[in-house]
């Protein structure tokens, strides 16, 4: 059986379309820069997390269902993101 390797995840094609305006707004306030590359594909520590920690830290809130603010983002939204992290946080 011959396994697959998964498609290498894109902040700009595949997380920033995700994010609404009004998430990014909100986020803001909390120094959580959700529409800058930069900012997402940082590797240095940061949250608490040893490397990646803004993308981390973003990870754990919508996983956990604490953003955005209006809902959950649906599974497949999350699988997106959690593939994103496996493939090396690519811009």
């Not at 997380?15 to 120094?31: F, L, Y």
């Not at 608490?48 to 269902?65: P, Q, T, W």
Request: proline share 8%.
């Amino acid at each position: 059986m011959t396994q697959q390797n998964p498609t290498v995840g894109s902040y700009a094609r595949d997380i920033k379309p995700k994010i609404r305006p009004g998430d990014a707004t909100c986020m803001a306030r909390h120094h959580i820069k959700l529409t800058d590359a930069t900012w997402m594909c940082d590797a240095a520590a940061s949250f608490g997390f040893a490397d990646h920690g803004n993308a981390r830290k973003v990870f754990a809130e919508l996983s956990a269902k604490k953003m955005p603010p209006d809902g959950p983002w649906p599974q497949d939204w999350l699988d997106t993101y959690q593939n994103w992290i496996d493939t090396g946080f690519q811009a």
